[in-house]
Every structure is written in C-alpha cells, then in structure tokens.
C-alpha cells in the first residue's frame, strides 16, 4: 500500500527556512557532512556528500519513493527543479499553472483542483511506492486533512530563532506519533516517526 510520507530538513528549534525564505542552513548537512558521494537524478544532478549512516538513510528513502507533492512556494524557491525532480514526478498544488510551465518533456505537474486530487494523482504515479511531501504549507495541510502516514524530519545542527515553521498551524492537534526511528550523521539527526491515525 502507498504512504505519503512528509519529508523535511529543520532546524532543531522547527525552522525550514529563514525568513527570507533562505534553506541554506537546514540543507547544509547535504553537502558537507561527510565525503561519501550520493548522486541525485533529476533535470539538474546534484551530488550529495554526506556521513555515511545520512547516506544510508538517504538511500533507502529516494529508493522508497515513486512520486513527489509539493506547494507552489517549494516549487518556486527550487526553481521548479529545471523540471524534472530527482525524487520521480512531482505534484504541485497551486491555484494557477505558472507561465512557460507546461513542457512536453517535464514531469512536474499541477494540480489546480485541490488537496485529495493532488495527493490522488501523485498515489497512482508512485505506482505502489510511497509519495513524498515536502514544504511547510504543503505537509500541514496533509496533516489536518489525515493523510500523512509517515513523518520523516531531519534535523539539522542548527537554531534559526524565525523564520517558517515546519508545524505552525495544525488544525487537530494534537496529533500523535508512533515511536521514532532514529538515525544520527554528522551535523544532522534523522527521525522517522509514524502518524498515528484517528
């Protein structure tokens, strides 16, 4: 069966960005925590150099996954991936398709119609693997609608004091979480913890 799986890098004091919108010190442990190599697809390739237990974490997690859903500003501030995200098709929900948008050669889709047919779309594109959501507005909506299964949060080694909260408005809190799985690299602490339902 299909998870949607929320998945966000945050500051121990719950920052995922800087309000400027700046990510730079949550994602820092991507690319300086370690030198082992984990290369991403996509229409603009990144190499990762990680510890290797974030490595290993990160591996299995791009391995699980079969789409993406995310919300207009993620999708704006990654500059819409080039098109092509390295983690499979990527849903966006927005109220309107961004102009130069629609590319034959993309697979970055939108998804003007709402939350469910959002979340709808990106299940049947994983095909049996599991949908990754990321961006703040984006994983609360998901969590006050009761479809997030999973919530992975990697925590980096860093207080931001404000800026965006991953969990700032949360409709039915509380909500409650199964027991976590615990993975620490360098600079970075990844936590895995299932939702439980209602």
Same mark, same amino acid.
């Given at each position: 069966?299909? &998870? ?10 719950g920052?995922? %960005?800087?309000?400027?919108?700046? @990510?730079?010190?949550?994602?820092? *442990?991507?690319?300086?925590?370690g030198?082992?190599e ?5 229409a603009?390739?990144? /190499?990762?150099?990680?510890? %290797?237990?974030?490595a ?13 859903? /995310?919300? =207009? ?8 991936? !080039?098109?092509?995200?390295? *983690? ?7 109220? =309107? $398709?961004?102009? !130069? ?6 697979? $970055?889709?939108?998804?003007?119609? !709402? ?13 049996? &693997?599991? @949908? ?5 507005? /984006? ?24 800026g ?8 039915? %809190? ?7 799985a ?5 600079g ?8 439980? &339902?209602?």
């Amino acid at each position: 069966m299909t &998870k949607v799986v929320a998945l966000m890098s945050m500051s121990l004091d719950g920052f995922v %960005a800087d309000p400027d919108d700046g @990510v730079a010190e949550v994602f820092d *442990w991507y690319f300086s925590s370690g030198d082992v190599e984990v290369p991403t697809g996509g229409a603009d390739p990144m /190499t990762f150099r990680v510890s %290797a237990p974030s490595a290993g974490h990160l591996r299995a997690l791009t391995a699980e996954l079969g789409a993406m859903l /995310t919300g =207009r500003r993620t999708f704006e501030v990654a500059h819409g991936w !080039g098109g092509r995200h390295g *983690w499979g098709p990527a849903f966006v929900l927005t109220h =309107r $398709v961004p102009d !130069g948008w629609l590319r034959p050669d993309s697979t $970055v889709h939108f998804v003007t119609d !709402g939350l469910e047919s959002a979340v709808r779309q990106a299940v049947a594109a994983a095909a049996g &693997k599991s @949908v990754g959501v990321h961006g703040a507005d /984006t994983i609360q909506q998901c969590l006050n609608a009761g479809l997030i299964d999973e919530i992975h949060v990697d925590i980096a080694a860093v207080l931001l004091g404000s800026g965006v909260r991953l969990f700032d408005r949360l409709a039915g %809190a509380p909500v409650w979480l199964g027991d976590p799985a615990v993975t620490a690299g360098v600079g970075v602490t990844h936590l895995r913890y299932p939702v439980r &339902k209602a």
